[in-house]
């Protein structure tokens, strides 16, 4: 299996990217919802009838599944922007950008299933919030770096790469406890 | 002689009831036009039909150009009048606090005392409205002063001190109760055994009490007051969201005056209307659309009483006489003071910020040291090692056939 899809990859690009947007609407769907609730109460409740329960869960995974897909459009364009400025040349890109898909989509996959488990019994109901995204978001770095750098880099070149994954990881990490 | 004389024991009490007493106990279809509760809300909202915090008519140390008082004075005289001379003028007071940059809201208290103890409970209800707003509150004010009626003829039985308190500014997001929790002293805070908050009680599907997302003693004692209140179902899930006004998880009854309370570890319940079910986010006022007014310019009287006819009246007064008789059960005291036991914390860690921020920097020193190790080792490898050329590809495809086409 992970050999035929090795050898064909329109079909894993078109794999990743469905679980790039499953594994987001699994991650932001409460958030979607909580936003849903607070935007569709009064006023705006009266414009649309029944709008609620069942309704509302729909929308919000129907926008979740529209952040999926622009994340999912963004992701490329933001790795070309990071080899450009990092001035790394020697990485096949369209290879590179479906790992970096593949390791966001691991990603927000994980912080989902973690966030059920606060949905489901909430041990840890607000520090949940803030460590689970900065632990998820920390070990996908690592391995995403581990798997990169063992790919494309030698023992010369890798410690600029290094360097420019480390800046990438802070600003992501940063702006995942500060959010 | 009898005759005359049971006429005038009769006549004797039904001006009791009509002058002295907020009487309630029989409303039907034919009667509600003439009860406390309808003759308030209908006043309150002709004479104050936008009650929106901040605005001049808001100022309560004016009368307005036909000599009457204003809101908040209207209000406190109102509170006078119906607390059987228990509350004077002196008792009640009026709290100013800043909506905004440029306008000023006031909270108005009143206080029924009970000697020798310093413990108290908050019966509180915002005034203030988007619209005409008879509804939203003008029915949680009218319970209100059914409540400091009902209280006030027994002040004897009570356990402890009651603060009634109207809110000013709670559709700007909760603005007065903000304040006026902001105000309290620590000890004060520890001596305020429940809040009790009633907002939109008239217009929905439903009535209900919420205390906390599980069954409570608290609860249980409201609810076994009527039957024809309810605990709001128990939300299944939890939801982590910053918008959750501080509790850690999200909830539509948080939305109300009681939250700055409950977030300073105070025990409230909030009485309101609507339907409710398991799921924390399917609220809705009503099933029926047309009588989804909360927070519009459709939330009038006339709506009102249009939609539900004696029903408001009936919720109004079920929601006064449930507060009261629980305030003056003989276990109220014990409940209320064991109740903060039983609030419900998700958060077994701890809420505070500096324990979540020494978690997260002792994450990331940790973090921090492990790149420093990885990045020596890094560059003694870069010194040592060779710089052979990488050229691994997971995928065998792209390859030039997939980029370019070639003449065959």
């Known amino acids: ?92 890109r369209a290879e590179y950008c479906l790992i970096v898909n593949l390791f966001c989509a691991i990603g927000f996959f994980v912080t989902g299933l973690l966030n059920l488990i606060n949905l489901i019994t909430p041990v840890f109901m607000v520090w949940g919030g803030v460590i689970f ?11 995403f770096y581990l798997v990169t750098s063992k790919m494309y880099f030698n023992a010369v070149t890798k410690v600029h790469y290094f360097k420019c994954v480390l800046v990438v990881a802070i600003v992501v990490l940063a702006f995942e406890v500060l959010r | 002689m009898k005759k005359l004389f049971l006429l005038v024991v009769t006549l004797a009490l039904v001006l009791t009831c009509c002058f002295t007493g907020i009487a309630y106990a029989d409303t039907t279809a034919d009667n509600y036009d003439k009860t406390f509760a309808y003759g308030f809300v209908k006043e309150f909202c002709e004479k104050f039909p936008d009650r929106k915090a901040g605005i001049n008519v808001n100022n309560p140390f004016v009368t307005d150009e036909n000599g009457n008082p204003g809101l908040q004075q209207y209000l406190k005289n109102k509170i006078i009048e119906v607390s059987n001379g228990e509350i004077s003028t002196n008792d009640v007071t009026y709290q100013e606090f800043a909506v905004n940059e440029y306008d000023k809201g006031y909270n108005v208290g009143a206080r029924l005392a ?114 024809k209140i309810a605990e709001k179902p128990h939300a299944v899930g939890t939801f982590n969201l910053n918008a959750g006004n501080g509790y850690g998880y999200i909830e539509i009854p948080q939305n109300s005056d009681h939250a700055p309370f409950r977030i300073e570890g105070i025990p409230t319940a909030l009485f309101f209307s609507g339907t409710y079910s398991a799921e924390p986010w399917n609220y809705t006022e009503s ?109 065998t495809t792209p390859d030039a056939e997939d980029i370019f086409t070639f003449k065959k």
């Open chain 2, 287 to 395: 099933e029926n659309p047309i009588k989804n007014t909360m927070n519009s310019a459709l939330d009038t009287f006339d709506n009102l009483e249009k939609h539900n006819q004696a029903e408001f009246v009936i919720k109004i007064e079920t929601t006064a006489d449930v507060i009261a008789k629980t305030v003056l059960d003989g276990e109220f005291l014990q409940i209320s003071a064991n109740q903060r036991s039983q609030l419900v914390n998700y958060n077994i860690l701890g809420n505070a910020w500096w324990a979540s921020l020494i978690c997260i920097g002792a994450l990331g020193i940790a973090v921090l040291v492990l790149v420093l190790v990885y990045y020596r080792k890094l560059q003694k490898r870069s010194i040592l090692g060779t710089a052979e050329i990488k050229s691994s590809k997971v995928f």
């Open chain 1, 1 to 92: 299996m992970f050999n035929k899809l090795k050898s064909n990859y329109n079909l894993s690009n078109v794999l990743v990217k469905i679980f790039f947007v499953l594994a987001v609407v699994l991650c932001t769907w409460q958030v979607s919802l909580g936003t849903i609730y607070y935007a569709f109460s009064g006023d705006m409740a009266k414009l649309i009838n029944g709008f609620n329960g069942a309704a509302k869960l729909t929308i919000a995974l129907l926008i979740s599944a529209l952040i999926g897909v622009i994340l999912m459009l963004i992701t490329p364009f933001l790795t070309n922007l990071f080899l450009n400025v990092a001035k790394i040349y020697s990485v096949p």
């Open chain 2, 114 to 227: 009970k000697q020798g103890t310093n413990k108290q409970i908050i019966i509180g209800a915002h005034y203030d409205s988007d619209g005409e707003g008879a509804n939203d509150n003008a029915s949680g004010v009218a319970a209100l002063l059914m409540v400091v009626n009902e209280l006030s003829k027994n002040v004897s039985k009570l356990s402890c001190n009651v603060e009634f308190v109207l809110f000013d500014a709670e559709e700007q997001g909760f603005v007065g109760s903000r304040n006026y929790v902001a105000n309290m002293s620590q000890t004060v805070k520890d001596n305020t055994l429940l809040m009790i908050n009633v907002d939109c009680i008239a217009n929905g599907d439903n009535l209900y009490v919420w205390c906390e997302n599980k069954h409570t003693d608290l609860a249980d004692l409201f609810v076994s007051k009527s039957e």
């Open chain 1, 133 to 143: 995204p900065f632990a998820v978001t920390a070990v996908c770095f690592v391995a």
